[in-house]
């Protein structure tokens, strides 16, 4: 009988996290995790295809059965995948930006300057592999921001542009996310922890 993992209602980054737990205990095999978010249901079928697993994803109602294909190969693909190839510097540089605005003192001065920042991103050298946005910062990447093009422009270059997913549901901009994707905690706290240097503007 195949196994059913309920992550239902469970906060980032549980799901992702069940699912780790999940692949690590089996060799391969095939097992299945219920969501009730659409950030839930990507965050798994994202992490279970970087595992090198297969995923298929049925919607029922409002929740969400992924399930996830576990082959011996794993273990190769995990490593393919360990590192990804984006960005043009040889570094792994993280851009991590936690407020729609830069520095401290005056918020519209603030809201300049880290317009000024994004835009100059694609002019300097090395570039970074990612850049990630956390609470306020998630409104630089949605609907209304005058980023959007500028972020896209980045993306097309190879930047991976990552907003939390937590985040974009507290408040309320999940469905208007514009650039890049909703990521969770898992996701995160690894790629600052692998990064050879995090700006933080």
Request: charged share 30%; proline share 3%.
């Amino acid at each position: 009988m195949e196994e059913i993992i309920d992550a239902r209602g469970k906060a980032c980054p549980q799901p992702v996290l069940m699912t780790k737990k999940a692949l690590e205990d089996r060799e391969e095999g095939t097992f299945s995790v219920v969501v009730d978010s659409a950030i839930s249901k990507d965050n798994v079928v994202r992490f279970a295809a970087s595992q090198g697993c297969e995923t298929r994803v049925e919607e029922k109602g409002k929740e969400f059965h992924i399930e996830v294909i576990k082959g011996k190969d794993v273990a190769a693909e995990k490593e393919r995948h360990s590192e990804p190839e984006t960005g043009s510097g040889k570094e792994n540089i993280t851009v991590y930006i936690h407020s729609s605005r830069m520095g401290q003192g005056d918020d519209e001065l603030g809201a300049i300057l880290i317009k000024g920042f994004i835009k100059t991103i694609k002019d300097v050298d090395p570039k970074p592999r990612r850049m990630i946005f956390v609470n306020s910062g998630i409104f630089l990447t949605t609907e209304g921001s005058e980023l959007i093009d500028a972020l896209k422009e980045l993306e097309e270059m190879g930047i991976e542009i990552l907003s939390c997913g937590t985040c974009l549901d507290f408040f309320n901009r999940k469905e208007k996310l514009q650039v890049g994707l909703a990521s969770n905690m898992f996701d995160i706290t690894s790629a600052l922890m692998q990064a050879d240097k995090v700006v933080i503007p």
